[in-house]
């Protein structure tokens, strides 16, 4: 199963997986440089189908918890200030997302959209310092009766040229369901209220949808 934002990029490394393969046959005699080519551009497709993967997870809503957002590695555990919304002190959890993972944003509670933000920026590299307040992002912050107000940001790497966020303000999200996509390497931060007890330690591998990153 594939993500609906990978559709143009799929049938373009289709339909180029095909015309290379076509000419391949027709024009190159040597057999070894007709088997790289052929070999290469299918890795390529391969790649570009790995990338947009987007495996059904079965979430079973808790409210009393905050899921992971993405897939990834946690790499940021530590109390910040939060300048942007909240202006005031929150727990920072981070988690990196290599090219490999998976890149579906998802949900991490159930609530209402409070706020919703695109902010253009630098690319980079995803786990650089200043990459949650330099990078190109987008913030967003959803409020339930349980945690009240949670705050994810969605961040541009060195490679990623596009952020995907289907929420907007006033909208009522559903914890786990599809919220974006962000394009090759980046990484998702959550704010959480001081004194949230956390679940994940540094450089716990964290699967989007199922692993607890915090609960009450």
């Known amino acids: 199963m594939f993500h609906k934002e ?9 339909v180029f997986t095909s015309i290379v393969l076509l000419l391949s046959d ?11 080519v052929e070999i290469g551009t299918f890795i390529a497709l391969i790649i570009i189908l790995q990338f947009f993967r987007n ?9 009393n918890q905050i899921i992971a957002p ?17 202006k005031d002190k929150r727990i920072q959890v981070s988690i990196f997302m290599s090219p490999i993972n998976v890149h579906v944003t998802r949900y991490a509670l ?13 690319f980079l590299v995803a786990w650089h310092p200043k990459a949650s307040e330099e990078n190109e992002r987008t913030t967003i912050v959803v409020e339930n009766n349980t945690f009240g107000a949670i705050l994810y940001r969605q961040i541009a790497g060195a490679l990623a040229r596009r952020i995907v966020n289907y929420a ?15 394009k090759f390497g980046s ?3 959550l704010f959480l209220p001081l004194g949230t ?8 591998k964290a699967i989007g949808g199922k692993t607890v990153i915090a609960s009450l």
């Open 6 to 14: 990978g559709t143009p990029s799929i049938l373009i490394g289709i």
């Open 26 to 36: 027709k024009f190159i005699n040597i057999y070894w440089l007709k088997m790289t």
């Open 55 to 63: 495996p059904k997870r079965t979430v079973i809503i808790n409210e």
């Open 70 to 86: 993405v897939d990834g590695k946690v790499v940021v555990i530590e109390e910040v200030y939060e300048a942007e919304y909240f």
């Open 110 to 122: 159930s609530g209402l959209v409070k706020f919703s933000k695109y902010h253009p920026g630098k």
């Open 168 to 182: 907007e303000e006033g909208m009522q999200v559903i914890q786990g369901e599809d919220a974006g996509f962000i």
């Open 187 to 189: 990484r998702v931060d």
């Open 197 to 204: 007890p956390v679940n994940v330690v540094l450089n716990q």
